[in-house]
């Protein structure tokens, strides 16, 4: 009986600890991720199409200013596609533990507004992508589980998952293809917050750019399994840290 | 000798080939009821509105239209009642409530309610896009007040997310695109027996993998309402009364009601015929013969449709009694002729084969006209009907086959008798023939012939009123008129509308020819004047549309004045605006125009279904053809354009289907009875029931409904059995005595008390009808009662007068009848 107990005991260390194992790698994986070199500022000319299940499209392109900042990354946007909207511009300053200040000029009204939201599964730009996919995280915001390893689109990757700790996240899971070369993460798989087992959008890169040793993905498609829902994500015109003016995320450049 | 010459044939094949094999034909029995039980799995039960009308149906298209641009346009509707809505207890409870639904729900897309809402609010310039309520509800009351006022403010919201009184609020369910199948576990209970898991938990079909340890749901719909029953009952708040609705609960407590009520009618009917069977006959064998053969005819009969894939819809409860009330009847005959003869002579199996003889030839041209009667459905252009003619056509004449094998063969067991303590046929026959009940209808058949002229007066008098109350009849297809008051889903749907929400809707789709129009002012202004015109009707609740969005952001734009609650004049404004709405994560766009900006949707919702809709949507489509710039076109769909073209369909379904019944079993007759005009002269006393429901229906103000077409048709189908049973066995005894007095004496003693026994038991088995909680079933029942009694009032009275004055089969030989009739 006591042998039997022993071995019980045993199996359950071994299983304990192959389990904190796989959680140690993979947040090892994850934490080589986070650690790759990130643009100081970058511009780039965004085409967004948006399809939808009918196949009908929408395009939207928009000039997109970002640069890092002491309490995060802040952001301008001008649309200049569709004709109706051109003009129409979006300013985002970071704030570090609070709501993102935003604010929006609307040429065809001739005023800014400041926009107010704590929204964080809210779109970005109507595509579907979230606001919270666009957003800066840190590698603490996570708990982590090594899967495997697998060949996706011919590249070998390490897949992992990760685990929200914030309960107001709008995922409940994600789990990553990271690049075995690069630590680059080619895809991401978001399952949904409210039911934890279904898949509600995967995040594909399918073109990554290496300006200067950052590595950004210049071509993307979202799809949304649920809504049967697409948006392909194309930035040209990519230039990385090229100083771009601390003016240019600035009030005053709305109305310019 | 004709007729004589098909019933000796019918009693050659029964003797010689049912009766002798009789075990054979038992087991082909038993093979057809277990092929037929493994059938009924495969039955469905569909009452959907979109299932009215073949896919292909212009209303289908236009649906189809309308969901490929816009989606699922169900929805369910929770209203939360209370004192005072604005307490912390109370909005947590709704969004305890709130945040089930949207994670339980099956197929649940977005959840609006006070607590899950965005609000675009301008304050100090700023302009906040938001939850209208943050994580935490406000504790104190100028918290809460603000709050309530922030909806109270704005039109959008008002009688629609909030009573104006402030204490109806509602909770309002979108859904995702239903997939034609999905998957939900099956957990094992302590009993080790399986159960399905109702927790709104569903899985699509790449998600499963042992598919033995899940349930293939193939109407992913009718999830929706039981676990709505979960989820409402596991959130329960004191002081708080919710009330839900939506076409998805609609459609279920349905479906689930007439289930229900069919399994009671048909049990309530099946044991009325049993004690009225065992009262006519005192006979238990032929009773139970008479079950067996009921619930083979409706194990087989369902369990074809099933392998068919014949849907049914609420008719499934008419059809599960009327098989039972047919097979009753047909049994009745059999088992009558064979009472009959097996008194007089003791002996069963030329019993059998005198029943066989003289029962089986009427009995199937009774069961064919009755399929006459129900086929004329075909004709009809409503798939239910359609569906429920095929149906019941089929089971009419698989009951009648399952008569003549079964009742016989169960007769043909068990020992001869001495007949009457050894007395001689003859004296066996003066004493059957002698009995009072016969001599009761020899009385009547003399009677009869005597109160012509009164009967003749009163049935010109009938004539005379009907045509009036017939005009009243109204058609209509409302659901709640047609189930009534007596179910609380009903009841709710009723009460929801009355308040807050509404069941019944239609939807205006404007297309233009091109892309991106739908953002010019021209044409929201347009859109515009279209909802005022709509707002105009009596008929409208309200209505709702991409300007309310336009005109809310203008407004909210311009610090909350209301004078900005416009159609801005810019196309390049709207443009933004909705630039701004969708960048925002408002997720309301993509429901009022496409992603093109080629087709806007203007949803109307009514206050109830009405005929005067037709006029509405004609002036509609007018005024859209007027007013919009670029020749937009304006298409009308949607549930009550369902039921406009159901009402339309019902008026030329119920003319069709009575020239069809009509005419279907007027040709029957005139073969059958070789003559024209006897042929025309027997629907005389199967048309009057007709016409006297048809006015009975005007005078007690019932509509013609999808349960009440039903009745004229059937009443032509069973009300010519008798004529049928009377006309072929006159004519028999008029070739045997050549004189159409004594023809008519004998055909009422001998068959005519089968007569009143299959009228009576088809008016008490229709009357079963009457402990159903749906009114349209309940008006069925009335009708066919009254339609019955009707018919054998006029087989009884109208028909022996028609045929012993008209002389059908020329001159008669016996000249003393002649004398005696006159005198």
Redesign the interface.
Known sequence: MKKKLIAVSIFCLIVIAAGFSQANRGAGIAKKTFELLESNDDYSLITMV?I?K?G???TRKFKMYSKQGSRGRDSFIE?VE?A??KG?K?LTIARKNADDEQR?Y????G?V???????K??????SDLFYYDMEDRDYEEFTYNYVGEEVFRGMNCYVVESFPKDS?APYSKMVMWVNKDNYFVYKRDCYDS??Q?RLLKSIIVLEVKNTRGVLTGTKMVIENH???HKTLLERDNLYVNTGIDDSVFSVQNLTK | MKNNKIGRLASKIGMNVIVRYKWFFSLAVAVLVVFGYLGLDKLVLDNSNESMFEKDDEVNLKLQQFHDIFGNEDFVFVMVEADNIFTPQNLGFIKQLSDDLEQHLPFAKRVTSVTHMEYLDVIDGDLYVDDLISAHIPEDPAGLNEIKNKLLVKQVYVDRLLSKDAKKTGIFIEFQTIPENVYIPLVKTGAGSQEIALQGDVFFEEEVEDKSVYLNIMEPKMLIAPALDLILQRNQQNGCIVTATGMPVTDYKTDETIIAETGRTFIITLFICIILLLVIFRFPMAVLASVIVILAATISTFGLLGWFGIPLSSFIIILACLLLIIAVSYSIHIINHFRRNYKLTGKRKESVRYAYEHASWPCLLTALTTAVGFASFIFVPMVPLRNLGMASALGVLISYILVMVLIPIFLSFGKDKKSAAGASVRQDTEAVDNSRSSRFMLKWADRALKSSLPVGVICVAVLLVIPFFIAQVEPDSDFIRLFGDRNEFVRDAKHVTDNLGALYSYEVLIELPEEELAQEPEVLKALADLEKLIDSYDTTKRTMSLNDLVKDINMTMHNNDKNYFVIPDSRELIAQYLLLYDMSGGGELTNWVDYNNQYLRLSVQVKRSTTTLRKVFAEIEKFARERFPFNAKATITGDMSIFIKSVGALVDGQIISIFVAFLGIAVMMMLVLRSIPVGLLSMIPNVLPVLIVAGLMGLLNITLNMMTIVVAPLLIGIAVDDTVHYFVHFKEEYKTSRSYFRANRETFRKIGWALVFTSVILMIGFSAFMFTSIDSIIQLAVLLTVGIAAALAADLLITPVLFVFIKPFGKEEDTNNKKRLVA
Not at chain 1, 113 to 119: E, L, V
Not at chain 1, 121 to 126: L, Y
């Open positions: 948006l939808d009918r009908n499209k929408k649309f569709p109706d909207v129409t979006f929006l609307l040429p065809a009204l005023k507004r400041k926009i107010a939201s704590s929204k599964d809210g779109e970005f730009m109507g107001s409210r039911q087992r649920l809504e049967d």
